[in-house]
């Protein structure tokens, strides 16, 4: 089956920094990714759809400019928190489509867990 | 809003007993879709049913839908406490992204 592989896995950094989060998919193309983020046992939120080759669709009341995403091939995507603060702390959840029909089935990563300190 | 609102439970049965969990949700939907989460892991693809599908089954899912009362039900058969985890049913729109409900979180005793 189709495999979409995170990294880091968890990372602890300083309020202030930037982290970068990486998202693959292993043995497909995905036209489209999607970064979903998770509190502690609540649901995923969309945060924003990435399409190879053009800039990522935010949802309302995300900042672009705090999460800066880049899907720069068919098997990357990349999501940079900027400058993050303990309320960044959460679980981001990344998901891979090969097509662009929602009855595609997204594959979904591991997930990363930011915690900000 | 949220859509795909399952039913806020946490379900604890016996392994070998049947679990059943629902969703509603509130628009016009192209599918649902089931999806399963180990504590602190990724979600895994169960199941997807279309719109114009009512019951679809996978080897002990069992998953309906009923369109004119907007919801479905996810049931697992011959529970198995591998099968602990929190399962959520996720809706595709006519903007093709996925809306998720809350979760139903399912502990299966040994």
């Known amino acids: 089956g189709a495999v979409v592989s995170q990294h880091p896995s968890w990372v602890i950094c300083k309020s202030g920094t930037s982290v970068k989060i990486e998202c693959r998919s292993l043995?497909?193309?995905?036209?489209?990714m999607f970064w979903y983020r998770q509190f502690p046992k609540q649901s995923l939120m969309l945060m924003a759809t990435?399409?190879?080759?053009?800039?990522?669709?935010?949802e309302q009341g995300v900042e672009k400019d705090k999460f800066l995403i880049n899907h720069a091939s068919l098997t990357l995507s990349t999501l940079t928190v900027t400058s993050a603060h303990p309320e960044d702390s959460s679980f981001y959840i990344c998901?891979?489509?090969?097509?662009?029909?929602?009855?595609?089935?997204?594959?979904f990563g591991p997930g990363t867990r930011l915690t900000v300190l | 809003s949220q859509q795909g609102e399952e039913d806020p439970q946490a379900l604890s049965i016996q392994e070998g007993e049947n679990a059943t969990m629902n969703c509603s949700y509130k628009?016009?939907?192209?599918?649902l879709q089931w999806y399963r989460q180990n504590s602190g892991r990724g979600l895994v693809h169960l199941i997807l049913?279309?719109?114009?599908?009512r019951e679809k089954h996978s080897g002990r899912l069992r998953v309906t839908l009923d369109t004119s009362k907007k919801s479905s039900s996810l049931l697992i058969t011959a529970s198995r406490a591998a099968d602990t985890a929190s399962y959520f049913c996720?809706?595709?729109?006519?903007?093709?992204?996925?809306?998720f409900g809350k979760g139903n979180q399912v502990v299966v005793i040994p």
């Open positions: 043995d497909f193309q995905a036209t489209t």
């Open positions: 998901s891979a489509r090969m097509g662009r029909q929602g009855t595609d089935t997204q594959y």
């Open positions: 049913i279309r719109s114009n599908e």
């Open positions: 990435s399409n190879e080759g053009s800039k990522a669709t935010y």
């Open positions: 996720a809706t595709v729109h006519g903007n093709n992204r996925l809306a």
């Open positions: 628009t016009s939907i192209n599918n």
